[in-house]
């Protein structure tokens, strides 16, 4: 699918941007306040969705209530806390670095040996355990930085980068963000960057995920919001074994995105709140 085409598509998911600030600001706001915590923990990767997440943070209770940390881990991959400490300045938030790399290192060697998928998955949960520390040490809950690209293609460790006590991007695909970026003043640089998780040396999201961001989201926008049969679909153009992939790794991601399976036997259960409670108020 050419470029010109591929913009066409993309266009329905344009939305007023102001609007869109003030909505996810206010739903930040709303979901701290529920927490009786002062301030939010976050990490910045120096990528597009954290410097988003923050930004709206900051919007939504200010900077003196934005803990950034950078977790990279530079004896394995690039070292991007340059990066996040120059969004951090734009962005007008302290950011601390914090390089996992020793916390890596510590792991026993496994058997059998680990390779970089796996490797990038301690580092994943290594990098969130830091922020959940550190949440307890500010009074504070972290905030999510998944997009809804990524929840989409289940592209995220549990435990790891999944992890957060809520997540004001998970409604907007990437295309969006890099939209919502640009209404709110986000330097071009860091709007052009190549997506990376950071867990090994060269790696990339579209590569790792085997469709580009800007094919994936025109097509889940019609599969997953739009509700489209597939004749319908196919008819715009979309090629087949891209689509395939995309519903493929979907259901096969399907338990990432739902809660731990509790086996219920009798009485309460798991998430609900019993009426009666409120008696002891």
Known sequence: MDEGRLAELLQPLKRDWAEVESTLSEFIRTQLEAT???NLVLGLSGGLDSAVSCALAIR????EHI????LPAAAFCADSSPEAIKVA????????????????KAYPNPEPSMDQLRRGNLMARLRMMVLYDRSKAHQAVVVGTSNKSELIMGYGTLFGDLACAFNPLGGLYKTQIRWLAEHLGLPGWLIKKTPSAGLWEG??????MGITYPLLDAFAYRVFDLAMGRDEVSALGFPEDKCRLVVRTFLANQFKRMPVPIAH???????EVPP??????
């Open 67 to 70: 803990f950034a940390y950078s």
């Open 276 to 281: 009666n409670l409120k008696e002891w108020l």
């Open 265 to 271: 036997l009798s009485g309460w259960r798991f998430g």
């Open 36 to 38: 009786g915590l002062p």
């Open 60 to 63: 939504a209770v200010g900077a």
């Open 203 to 208: 790696q990339t999201d579209e590569e790792e």
């Open 89 to 104: 300045k734009h962005l007008g938030v302290l950011a601390t670095a914090v390089d996992i790399s020793p916390m890596v």
